[in-house]
């Protein structure tokens, strides 16, 4: 069993890089089926092309820098999932952004 140290940053919200359209989007009945209500964390690794030298630039602001753009095209992504009347759901359009932490940890993935 390998033993290794994991060290955090604080939870960043990460918004659109541009304004993006204040609206309501009402999700479909199949969208509000209660078994899809579930939060689900991410957590996503990466690793360098074989034969690439790494870059200079630090790997967690060029996805962050990534997901701000991205943000612009998705935003009901970083907008907030309610329920209104009888279970429907819908998304309101806030831009408010969504979590980011960086992490880093003394083992390599192989």
Not at 21 to 46: A, N, R
Request: with cysteine; aromatic share 10%.
């Amino acid at each position: 069993m390998v033993t290794f140290t994991a060290r955090r940053s604080n939870v960043e919200m990460v918004t659109p890089a541009r304004p993006i359209p204040w609206e309501t989007k009402t999700l479909s009945d199949k969208d509000d089926h209660p078994g899809h209500l579930v939060y689900i964390p991410l957590v996503e690794f990466f690793r360098c092309r074989a034969g690439h030298v790494r870059a200079q630039k630090d790997p967690a602001k060029v996805v962050m820098v990534a997901l701000v753009e991205a943000l612009v095209w998705y935003y009901p992504v970083a907008s907030r999932l309610w329920e209104v009347a009888e279970g429907k759901l819908v998304v309101e359009c806030t831009a408010e952004g969504v979590a980011f932490v960086e992490a880093d940890a003394d083992v390599r993935l192989e």
